[in-house]
């Protein structure tokens, strides 16, 4: 991923700038998925810069670039009016695996996990924030290796409507959101080698739900050429509806392949309804996924996180 551009305001008055169409606040997500074409898609688009994190992306504005965008007052304030602070927690995110960390726990980085609730309609926001570390997680591989986060997943909204949106702070080294989803499947996305710009051939922005494809963690190619990028099948750049997750496409990490630096993700967001019961963490209701924008593995590996009661 290309440095995060912190340029919106500058370039807008330059006139350099071609805004996304405006759609400030938080976006519905129907389990039925979104009408592309004569298909349907998990997903829906957010910020439509940055080519998914392979070029520059251009924050959010009240006037520009800002679907499924919100702009609270701060971080611990609600996206939306009439929304308390019920709940914080600072997650280590922890991979354990046989390949890369020889069963051994390797902490990558932390996930703060937040829950507003408006008691009057029995609502809640989830509310989570990503930050990578300065950590090799292969520790079988010479020199030090960054996880990249390309898809945070939340669980536990099956039968539940909801709204999903992000919060870009301004801080240097935030990412902000490229697409949302219902679906467990996430898709892998790909620039062209000679273009950043631009995406490779096979790699579409909506994932269709046809062909209907395995149900895996992740759907691509897991391959890499520096010369000639392999060209997925149509079925491997689809994913099946599934209405319990929520999936948001970003771009996190430490130091990437192209050496910037996205190590934070905005404030990703999920509203739906909730009782008042006493929240308590879910095994596995977090996942993190590594689809391989460019040479790497893909990894997919879950935490506790908050749900809805």
Known sequence: ??????????????????????????????????????????YTLCNTTGNFGSDDATVPTTTANNTCA?????????????????????????LNDSTHTNNSDVTVGNVVDRIWRKAS???????AQITMSNTDYDLNTAGTQYLEINDFVRSGFSGRSVDIGYYHTGTLQQDVLYRAGRTNVS???????????????????????????ANTPINGVEAWDDTTLPVPDADEQSATLDGNYVDFTVDVNYQDDDKSKTKISPYLYVKTSCSSSTHTATAGALTFRQTAQEEAPWISFSINGFVPN
């Open 121 to 127: 309609t029995n609502e809640c926001i989830y509310g």
């Open 187 to 213: 898709v892998q996305h790909r620039a062209k080698l000679d273009d950043e710009t631009q995406p490779a051939a096979g790699y579409v922005a909506q994932p269709l739900t046809t062909p209907t494809p």
């Open 70 to 94: 919100v702009f609270p007052a701060n971080v611990n304030t609600a996206p939306e009016a009439s929304f308390s602070l019920i709940t914080s927690v600072t997650r280590n995110i922890v």
């Open 1 to 42: 991923m290309k440095n995060m551009v912190l340029k919106a305001a500058v370039l807008s008055a330059l006139g350099l700038v071609t805004a996304q169409a405006m759609a400030t606040g938080l976006v519905n997500l129907p389990s039925t998925g979104f009408a592309v074409g004569s298909d349907t898609s998990p």
